[in-house]
Structure formats: structure tokens, C-alpha cells
């Protein structure tokens, strides 16, 4: 936490760069459901998050899974968004053969998707 | 006056310490208080349900005695109520291995409340079902049926401490279920107080995964630090009569409790966030506020509440085949390529040693694993990697057991007909249940509590040993 604050204050972000540089995020499964909770780490890039995570390129990044659809909850009071995931467990905990059948990992593959972020 | 939750494990296989410290800040405070065990997934309670087909006085928690014995007697002398849905597939059970540790405590015995209704599985067929909307694969048919059990609310949690149990055994209910129930039963709160239900319910759901919220599960060196790992702290929820809530943990132990840590666990496993279903509310978080308000403080405010669902969420297992995994590693020089060839050969065998409706997958651990398709996309277009230390996994499933073990027998063969240089071969099979979630109406549903009868338990038990030995 101290080290990207420190991030952000000394050299100011510009350019593009992974998600995760932006934002933190965690996984969730229900059935063939997953769902990908993502935070910006500070509120300015809230928008950036917003222009830039959308349902289309989500649907895109785990088109290989399957993933039938996409839809996304934008969440302003926590900087942050919920994106639904349908189809994308391969069966889901009780039925993939994936070794995470939970899809736990998947939250690294949304934060490995490139962004760009504005000079500010 | 404050109501504290604490968790004690949030998921089966949770650290079975963890409640220790937990229990102890709890009688440190001296306010009234609750324990919370949530060990319940759909992974577990499908597996709970094929142990108990094997051995019918099994199915509930495993790790049931190690979780409980080290913080039961303390509950127990300082009234702090123990609610757990570590029941699973057999509460009887549960309740039998609560009842022979309380008996063990310094109390001598303790009043234990049994949940009654989830489990419809004999009434299934008569039921009004609808398929849950994110599923749609093909079910088998009802001759592999194993069980079928409803989330249940509050209520009859509620009903339990009311009939004065002090440690309450449920299989499926709502894990934030489990720590709304001692909130409704202490502040009175009634069912249609939507907001306050609501308020409970997040409570639960913020602490129903044991230390995810509160360090747990959260870590990334170098962007996301977290003290203090080892040691843990489980989290302890705050809650108001009016519902406001402040989520915290013990002193003294690792971890933290921040903006952050809570804003991931606030959204984890909800689909819509203004229609957050659960069986007691329709939990609505559009004008949700996180907002540190001290170390290791954090107050959680304007959750709003809807009317309950008209139907209950139920998860049924069914009989699943066979599941086989088979592993070999390479490493060193040219490791990579020599895994593929591997990859190759196996995909090769089984097109003629295999049936054509076995599925399988193979995955190259350090190369492309978890993130790729059961085709194995990723694995052809990942660039290579620096990496020199590659393990090759191959995974199948079928009806028959015999398919299973030839398939990955065939990666064992790589020892002496595959690539140079693999080694360290293992090989597991299991049987598999897979599952299926429906919504069965409200009113189809007949929930209660009972207190576990430990004197005709024991008289049961007494008569069917005489029984199993031929006397009677």
C-alpha cells in the first residue's frame, strides 16, 4: 500500500501499462458465474477504469473460456466496478478440469489487461 | 448496546486456530457476542454428501472437533453463542461431536440447537423448480440424484437461540445467515425491517470469509502489503441496533482491516449489487460507504434493504463419473519443448486408447495452466517463458472408472516411452459429484429448530450397537 502510494507521488503514471498498476481486484464463483470486483487503488483513475475496463474488452480477454456475456455494475461510491462473467468456469468448482475450478485466479487475468493512462 | 460477531474459520479447510484470538477479544470486551463457523461451499457440501454415501455417520465438517475443542468451553462459561453450518450433509453427526466435547468441558454439557428443512431431496420431484439462470448445462437424470438442499434464512437460527441453544448445527443455510440470526434474536429486529436486515446481512457476508476481509486472501508484495500473515487476525463485526457496522480484529495479531480489504470482500461472489439476493433480503449496495475510521477500523454504511425473494436458491448433486489427474515434470534445458512433445504424444494415444467421450485436458504448469481453455489456447500462443521448470498435467473425466485410470496411466508411460528427462509422476482419481442450483418457491419449504436430544441419542446409539451385535 505505502509503495504505490509512494508510486503515484513521485512519478506520476502516464502511458500504458498493465491494470494491475491501477487497480486491485478479487474473484468470486457461483455455478458458471465469476465475478471480478476491481478497485482503483486512487480515485482519479476511477474513470480511467471506467472508459477503459468495458464489457467489450472483458468479453474479449476471456473469450477463450467461453464467456458467453458480460455485464458490468459501475460503483462510483467505491471507485471501483463489478464485472459479471457468465460461462467462464469450464463447469464451474464441481465440474471444470481446470485446477481452479473456482476460477480464484482469474482476477490476475483482468489485472493483466493493458490500459493507458492520461498525462495528468 | 454493541453486538459483536466474530469468525471463526470462513471456509472448510480454514486454519483451526483461528478462532482462538478471536474468542478472546470477545470475552475481553465482555459485550454480547457470537461465533460463527461458515464451512460450507457447493465444492464441500457436494463432497460432504459423497463421504456420507460411503459412510453414512460421516458428512458434516471434518475438521469439526479441531475447530470447535479449543474455544467450546470458553464459549460455553461466557455465553457466547456458537452458530455453524458445519452440519454439511449430516448435522445428526455434527451435533453428536458437539454434544461428546461439551460433554468433555467444564460445563459438562451444553444445549445444542438442530436445524431442520434443507435437505428436500425426498420431495424434489413433487416441487415447483426453476433452473438458476447462470446454468445451463445437461443434468443427469434423477436415477443419479444424490441430495438436494436449500439455503435457508435466518429464522430458524433464530428459532434455536431462542430455545436457548448455546451452539446451533445447520447444514445449508445462507453463510451471512448464520450471523444475522444472533442479531435479530438480540436486537429484536423484525423481518420486514428490511434495512436492518440488510445491514445484518452484509455483516454476515463481510465476515462469513473468515480473514479475507481483514488481510486475508489480499496480498500482491510490492503493491498490496499485509502484515503479519502467519498470525492472522479473524474478523470481528461491530453492529448497532440501528444496523451500522464496523468491521474490526483482534488485537494483537496480523493482518489488517482497511478501505481496501473491505471494499474486495464487500463485492465478492455478488452478481448485481443492487440486487443482492439472499433468503432474508434483497440486500441493495448502490449507495454503499467504506471509510476507515481508525487502525484497523472500518465502518461500513448505507446498505439498504428489499423485500425478501419470493424463492429459495437450492443446490442439488448429482452422481458425477470419474475425475483423474496425472502429472509429470521437466526441467533444465530445452524443458518447454520437451514438455510439448509430452503433451503431443498424450494427445496422440489418447485419440485410439480412449473412448471418444472422455474428456481431457492438458495443462503445462509454468507455461499456460490455470487461465487457459480445456482446448488449450493459450498453451500454443503463450510466449515462451524464461523458465526451465515445467510440470505437465493432464486431467480427465468419464463415467467409468476404467477410463479414467487407462487415460492417466498413459502419462505414467511417459516415464520409459515419452520425452528425455521427466520425472515425478503422480496420479490421483476420485469420484465426482457435480451439481446444479435451482429456486424452489418460499412456501414449499419447511424450516424448524429442535434441541438435540443427547439422552435419547445416546439411548439410539446403545440400541443399535445391541442391534449390530445380533441381541435384542
Known amino acids: 500500500m505505502a509503495h504505490v502510494e509512494a508510486n503515484l507521488g513521485a ?15 478479487r474473484a468470486g464463483d457461483k455455478g458458471d458465474r465469476l465475478n471480478l470486483a476491481l478497485f482503483a487503488y486512487d480515485p482519479r483513475h476511477y474513470e480511467t477504469l ?57 482476477s490476475y487475468l483482468l489485472l493483466g489487461m493493458s490500459v493507458t493512462l492520461k498525462g495528468e | 448496546m454493541t453486538f459483536l460477531l466474530g469468525s471463526g474459520a470462513g471456509f472448510s479447510g480454514d486454519r483451526t486456530d483461528a478462532a482462538i484470538p478471536v474468542v478472546a477479544e470477545l470475552i475481553r470486551r465482555g459485550q454480547p ?37 479449543p474455544v467450546l468451553d470458553d464459549c460455553l462459561r461466557h455465553g457466547i453463542a456458537i452458530l455453524g453450518n458445519f452440519g454439511a450433509a449430516n448435522p445428526d453427526g455434527a451435533c453428536r ?72 448445527v445447520s447444514g445449508r443455510v445462507a453463510d451471512p445467515a448464520l450471523f444475522l440470526a444472533p442479531l435479530v434474536h438480540h436486537f429484536g429486529w423484525a423481518w420486514n425491517d428490511w434495512d436492518r436486515l440488510a445491514a445484518g446481512m452484509m ?23 499485509v502484515p503479519g500473515l502467519a498470525r492472522v487476525g479473524y474478523p470481528i463485526i461491530e453492529v448497532e441496533e440501528d444496523g451500522s457496522l464496523v468491521v474490526t480484529k483482534p488485537a494483537g495479531t496480523g493482518g489488517m482491516v482497511t478501505e481496501r480489504t473491505v471494499k474486495e470482500q464487500l463485492l465478492y461472489e455478488v452478481h448485481d449489487p443492487a440486487n443482492y439476493l439472499t433468503p432474508d433480503v434483497v440486500v441493495d449496495l448502490s449507495a454503499v460507504r467504506v471509510e476507515e475510521i481508525g487502525r484497523d477500523r472500518v465502518a461500513v454504511s448505507g446498505i ?81 517463458s524464461a523458465g526451465s521448470d515445467y510440470r505437465l498435467r493432464l ?12 487415460a492417466t496411466q498413459e502419462l505414467l508411460a511417459l516415464y520409459c516411452a515419452g520425452p528425455a528427462g521427466g520425472g515425478g509422476v503422480r496420479r490421483q482419481f476420485q469420484r465426482r459429484v457435480c451439481t446444479a442450483s435451482y429456486l424452489v418457491k418460499r412456501s414449499d419449504v419447511e424450516t424448524f429448530a429442535t434441541l438435540f436430544d443427547t439422552t435419547l441419542f445416546e439411548t439410539k446409539m446403545a440400541n443399535e450397537r445391541r442391534v449390530a451385535h445380533g441381541t435384542r
Not at chain 2, 461451499?41 to 475443542?69: F, I, K, W
Not at chain 2, 465476515?207 to 502489503?225: I, L, M, R, T, W
Open chain 2, 33 to 69: 457476542a457470537a461465533l460463527l463457523f461458515e464451512t460450507l461451499g457447493e465444492r464441500t457440501l457436494a463432497a460432504a454428501h459423497r463421504t456420507m454415501r460411503d459412510d453414512p455417520a460421516a458428512g458434516y465438517e471434518p475438521l469439526l472437533e479441531e475447530l470447535l475443542s
Open chain 2, 304 to 384: 439498504r434493504g428489499k423485500p425478501a425473494p419470493q424463492r429459495l436458491k437450492t443446490t442439488v448433486c448429482y452422481e458425477g463419473g470419474w475425475q483423474g489427474e496425472a502429472e509429470i515434470s521437466y526441467a533444465g534445458p530445452n524443458a518447454l519443448a520437451r514438455a510439448q512433445l509430452a503433451a503431443e504424444i498424450l494427445r496422440e494415444r489418447l485419440t485410439f486408447r480412449a473412448p471418444p467421450e472422455l474428456r481431457s485436458r492438458l495443462d503445462i504448469v509454468g507455461h499456460a495452466s490455470v487461465f487457459d481453455s480445456d482446448a488449450g489456447d493459450l498453451q500454443s500462443t503463450a510466449p515462451s
Open chain 2, 203 to 225: 455483516a454476515g457476508h463481510l465476515g462469513e470469509c473468515g480473514a479475507q476481509v481483514s488481510g486475508g486472501y489480499f496480498a500482491d508484495p510490492g503493491c498490496k502489503e
Open chain 2, 97 to 168: 461431536v458437539v454434544a461428546e466435547l461439551a460433554a468433555r468441558s467444564q460445563r459438562g454439557g451444553a444445549s445444542i440447537g438442530r436445524i431442520h428443512g434443507d435437505d428436500i431431496r425426498a420431495r424434489l420431484g413433487e416441487l415447483d423448480l426453476q433452473r438458476w439462470e447462470a446454468e445451463n448445462r445437461e443434468l443427469p437424470g434423477e436415477e443419479a440424484l444424490i441430495s438436494a438442499n436449500v439455503y435457508l434464512g435466518a429464522a430458524p437460527l433464530v428459532e434455536a437461540l431462542e430455545l436457548g441453544a448455546e451452539v446451533v
Open chain 1, 50 to 106: 471506467v472508459e477503459q475496463v468495458t464489457e467489450e474488452r472483458v468479453l474479449t480477454l476471456f473469450a477463450h473460456r467461453g464467456a458467453s456475456g458480460v455485464r458490468r455494475y459501475l460503483m462510483p461510491s467505491l471507485s471501483g466496478m463489478n464485472l459479471v462473467i457468465d460461462d467462464v468456469l469450464q463447469g464451474g468448482v464441481n465440474g471444470a478440469l481446470n485446477l481452479d475450478g473456482h476460477g480464484k485466479t482469474l
Open chain 2, 395 to 406: 486431467a480427465v473425466e468419464h463415467a467409468e472408472r476404467r477410463w479414467v485410470e487407462r
Open chain 1, 11 to 25: 512519478s506520476p503514471l502516464e502511458g500504458s501499462m498493465p491494470l494491475h498498476r491501477l487497480a486491485h481486484a
